[in-house]
C-alpha cells in the first residue's frame, strides 16, 4: 500500500490549508484512510478519517476540519480552515480497516502509512 500526502506549508492563524493524500490502487483492501499527526514533543494522534460507513474528527479539530474522499481518483483531501499554532505537527495519511483505528490509541495498530507533510501554523 503506498500512500503520499502533500499539501503542508506555512500559514498564518486563522489560515486555510488542504491536504491531500493518493493511496495506490492496494490500498482499496482498506477502507478507511484519514490522517495523524504528531506534534513537536507530543505523541501521535488521530485527526480525522473517512471510510464507506463512517467519518471521525478528533475534539480539537471539530468544526474546523473536513474530510473528503474523491473515489475515482482513490485521493483523501483534509481542508483545515481556522488554523492554530497548536495545529503545528507532521500530517501523516494511513490507511485500515475502519475509522475506529484513528481513536485514541488504536492508530498504534495502523501498519499502512505514508510520509508525513509538515503543516507549521506561526505569524
Known amino acids: 500500500v503506498q500512500l503520499q500526502a502533500s499539501g503542508g506549508g506555512l500559514v498564518q492563524p486563522g489560515g486555510s490549508l488542504r491536504l491531500s493524500c493518493t493511496a495506490s490502487?492496494?490500498?482499496?483492501?482498506?477502507?478507511?484512510i484519514g490522517w495523524i499527526r504528531q506534534s513537536p514533543g507530543k505523541e501521535r494522534e488521530g485527526v480525522s478519517c473517512?471510510?464507506?460507513?463512517?467519518?471521525f474528527y478528533a475534539d480539537s479539530v471539530k468544526g474546523r476540519f473536513t474530510i473528503s474522499k474523491d473515489n475515482s481518483m482513490n485521493i483523501v483531501h483534509l481542508q483545515m480552515n481556522d488554523l492554530q499554532p497548536e495545529d503545528t505537527a507532521v500530517y501523516y495519511c494511513?490507511?485500515?480497516?475502519?475509522?475506529?483505528?484513528?481513536?485514541?490509541?488504536?492508530?498504534?495498530?495502523?501498519?499502512?502509512w505514508g510520509k508525513g507533510t509538515l503543516v507549521t501554523v506561526s505569524s
Open positions: 494511513a490507511a485500515d480497516v475502519r475509522c475506529t483505528y484513528f481513536s485514541g490509541d488504536y492508530w498504534k495498530l495502523i501498519n499502512n
Open positions: 490502487e492496494s490500498a482499496a483492501h482498506y477502507d478507511a
Open positions: 473517512i471510510s464507506s460507513r463512517s467519518t
